[in-house]
């Protein structure tokens, strides 16, 4: 599917996306005209365009016109900065546990498995298709510690369509003996491969980039987060991601492992793994002087609600509003197995939430999301966290054309629409009570990678 070749095609009907603009606003287009080239690239974005004029602007012996119903609308497609594909036929499991005891008593043993290429097929295919159902247009991917297994996770990605970032991820002490790298080196050079394997199949990286996953800290040696650290320098397209002041227990933990820093974020910084390509996931506790760190290095903060306040022992809402204001890339994760949804609308909707008991918790100082700024993080945010803000997250002339088409009248549990409605208030319902029946169509790079019956 990543390779098929379409003709050249025309999108016309309402569209909603998000601006770059410092407010993040929405823009909301009743009447649009999207030209997208035959190789997925939007070169025409008309905004507002009468019934009658739709043909004088397409070439439609050269481009495939599609006109949306009255109850569709396109958006982008969801970019989901974090996400624990081994962990799908997981989710929902140990809710309410400490991290370090999940870890220990669902994780491992679940993630063990994928030693297993059998069973790595079987789960991933699920998984990818699972998550494109749900409008994931891009995911960032950590895997096992298993190359092969990571190897098919990337295969899977590119057969699939799916805009992936694929890591094979690095443990070398801090976890079971089924389940930890056979020593430093063989963790380096399993990096190694995973990163020529993706570079292999996808040379152009039209869709897919290996991502360096020290999981945390607290499962790598010093040596592999130097060897890590060495790899990033050497490889300044690669994108890194870990998990960052995620717990109370996590971060006690890491001061344990590593004395002589202070913080997390001198400890990454430290090891060259700090740079604006680092995804990191959770960023629940952060003094002053991390908040000044992050936003010196350009860091990209992967904000999981649902894990959050659900799974892994903070149990508490992080400080979004601050990030924002500070001018600190923020896009949301779904976490998958560490939560009870791998949903993007269920994460759209419960940073929602978080962030207002956030404004609660601080005495009205950090104002809760509105549904504009969490939609921007589920979409061009995320984009920005992935340094893929060039390529994806709206629809600006020049960017590859991730989308998905909405049906608001497909069977479901969304709120009904009346006639009175307008665009703006379908819109929010859809993201407040919409689910993936509502979901009809998925492109990623213009190609249909999902479509169910319209």
């Known amino acids: 599917m990543g390779s098929h070749q379409v003709k050249a095609q025309a999108f016309y009907g309402a569209v909603i996306h998000s601006l770059s603009t410092p407010g993040h606003d929405l823009e909301i287009l009743p009447s649009a005209l999207l030209i997208v080239e035959s190789q997925g690239v939007v070169t025409s974005f008309h905004k507002d365009v009468k019934p009658g004029e739709v043909e004088s602007l397409v070439d439609t012996t050269a481009t495939t016109l599609h006109r949306l119903s009255p109850s569709q609308f396109l958006i982008p497609g969801f970019i989901d900065t974090h996400n624990h594909a081994p962990q799908w036929a997981q989710r929902g ?40 159902r749900q409008g994931i247009t ?24 799916q805009r992936a970032f694929v890591g094979k991820c690095n443990m070398t002490r801090n976890s079971p003996d089924y389940y930890r790298d056979a020593s430093i080196e063989q963790s380096l050079q399993d990096t190694e491969s995973c990163i020529a394997h993706i570079r292999k199949i996808d040379p152009e990286g039209k869709l897919l980039k290996h991502v360096l996953t020290p999981r945390f800290a607290i499962s790598c040696d010093a040596e592999c987060l130097a060897g890590l650290g060495q790899i990033a320098a050497k490889n300044p397209d690669l994108p890194i991601q870990t998990h960052f002041n995620e717990a109370e227990q996590e971060i006690t933990a890491t001061r344990e492992f590593f004395p002589q820093f202070s913080s997390e974020a ?18 629940c506790y952060m003094t002053p002087y991390e908040f000044d760190r992050l936003k010196e290095l350009q860091c990209g903060v992967a904000h999981c609600p649902i894990s959050n306040m659900t799974v892994g022992g903070g149990f508490m809402a992080a400080p979004i509003r601050e990030f924002l204001n500070r001018g600190i890339k923020v896009g949301l994760g779904t976490d998958s197995g560490g939560g009870f949804s791998s949903s993007m609308l269920d994460a759209i909707r419960q940073a929602m939430i978080a962030s207002h008991a956030r ?77 993936d029946r509502n979901i009809v169509r998925v492109f990623v790079k213009g190609r249909v990678v999902r479509e169910v019956g319209i």
């Open 138 to 161: 891009t995911a960032s991917y950590y895997g096992s510690i298993h190359p092969e297994a990571t190897n098919i996770l990337a295969d899977l990605c590119l057969a699939k369509g």
């Open 93 to 132: 499991l140990g809710q309410g546990q400490h991290i370090l005891d999940w870890l220990s008593a669902i994780t491992f043993p679940n993630e063990g498995r994928f030693r297993d290429p059998s069973h790595a097929q079987r789960i991933y295919s699920s998984a990818i298709d699972g998550f494109l």
């Open 266 to 283: 001198d400890l990454y910084a430290h090891y060259g793994l700090l740079t604006k390509r680092s995804i990191l996931a959770h960023c």
């Open 359 to 435: 404004e609660v918790e601080s005495k009205g100082r950090d104002k809760g999301l509105k549904i504009a700024e969490v939609f921007y993080l589920a979409t061009l945010g995320g984009a920005e966290v992935c340094c893929l803000e060039g390529k994806v997250g709206n629809f600006e002339v020049g960017k590859e054309f991730d989308a998905l088409v909405v049906d608001w009248e497909r069977d479901g549990v969304m709120t009904m629409v009346e006639e009175e409605d307008g665009l703006g208030t379908v819109f929010e319902k859809f993201v407040m009570t919409g689910d």
